[in-house]
């Protein structure tokens, strides 16, 4: 029984480069989402997909950040120009459509130097 | 937009003792679900309440939805070490997909 799967665990990088992380998930669930977690703090909505169409976007997700989920399976997550900000955890959850509970991965996290 | 207050922020308890986390939201609460996250890992989840006065139970984890006060409760019966962690509500809106938090409740047993 596999679960949603996030690589990398970790990631540090200096401030300005680019990163992307990638999640897949629960082979049959359509629905993945992307949130990110700061210390102390619960998990922000950045994004979702439902197949291949990303459905939402929150505000937190500048012109930096972009999400991809080419077909349909797994999703990419890159942040250009990476700012001290941008440190987090970046979790990856999907769900199926009806029941839509939604089903978290280990998380990336990212540390900007 | 929907906001959930959780409380209290963080709980030492004697292992074998009982506690309690609530979650209060900000508006009605739709879908109310319950994750625990070990340190600097990923959301496992628990629980998922939708009807007003449902409850449910986990094995010692009985989660409650009071609807008219916009209110769920997280009670654990005789804490185990194995229930240290962070517990965290999430709430999703009418016909909205994505889960909005709590801050989380940081959870420590003490032997």
């Known amino acids: 029984d596999t679960g949603v799967s996030q690589d990398p665990r970790h990631k540090i990088t200096k401030r300005g480069q680019n990163v992307t992380f990638r999640c897949d998930p629960i082979s049959e669930h359509n629905r993945l989402y992307w949130y990110r977690q700061t210390l102390g703090q619960g998990p922000e909505f950045l994004t979702y997909f439902q197949n291949e169409a990303q459905l939402e976007k929150s505000r937190l997700l500048s012109d930096r950040f972009s999400a991809e989920r080419p077909k349909g399976s797994f999703s990419t997550l890159e942040i250009q120009r990476t700012e001290q900000g941008d440190s987090a955890m970046y979790l990856c959850a999907s769900s199926l459509v009806n029941p839509d509970t939604q089903y978290f991965g280990p998380g990336t996290r990212l540390t900007v130097l | 937009s929907q906001e959930l207050e959780q409380s209290p922020q963080s709980l030492i308890v004697q292992e074998g003792k009982n506690l309690t986390i609530n979650c209060t939201s900000s508006k009605t609460l739709y879908g109310l679900y319950w994750y625990k996250q070990k340190y600097g890992e990923g959301l496992i989840f628990l629980m998922m309440?939708?009807?007003?006065?449902e409850e449910k139970s986990h094995e010692k984890i009985t989660a409650k939805l009071d609807e008219k006060k916009q209110q769920s409760s997280l009670h654990i019966t005789a804490s185990q070490p194995s229930h240290a962690g962070i517990y965290l509500c999430?709430?999703?809106?009418?016909?909205?997909?994505?889960?909005?938090f709590g801050q989380g409740t940081r959870l420590t047993i003490n032997p």
């Open positions: 999430g709430a999703d809106g009418q016909g909205a997909q994505k889960l909005v």
């Open positions: 309440l939708q009807k007003g006065g």
